[in-house]
């Protein structure tokens, strides 16, 4: 499993509302800038999102867009399952994936499955709010003690 651009992408852009907007429509143009992304390529994702009640759109004059809800409403797997599809880490367990010719002798479909829960459960975990500026530091922290247990 690898995470798009669009996912990436898509978190960016939720954050960046997050962080700027309080309650606020802002303009597409502003959130591009500061993301360093194309406004081509951020409608797209923002198209998405629209649809799926992540946020909301106003055209015109004052326009732009906002979140629906709550930073801490909203979780990283919610926003990644929406740009990317299934999370799963093989084939056969995506979502309309057709049954696997194998899967009662397959002696590693249990460790995929727990591997799939995993990963959902994990970004199910952390939140938009989490992923503010004002909660970077200890996410930093956190961050660095994984690079040092991990030399």
Known sequence: MTISTKGRYALRIIIDLAENGNGTYIPMKQVAQRQSLSLKYL???LTILKQ???VEG????????KLTRNPKEYTVGEILRLVEGDLAPVACL?????????VGQCRTIKMWK???NLINEYFDSITI???MQDDLDSLQ???????????
């Open 114 to 116: 727990d591997l799939h």
């Open 52 to 54: 799926n009640n992540i």
């Open 129 to 131: 709010k989490d992923l």
């Open 58 to 65: 106003l055209h015109g004059k004052g326009g732009g867009y």
């Open 94 to 102: 995506e979502c309309g994936a057709k049954p696997c010719e194998n």
């Open 43 to 45: 409608e797209h994702i």
């Open 141 to 151: 922290k956190a961050d660095m003690s994984f690079y040092s247990a991990s030399l």
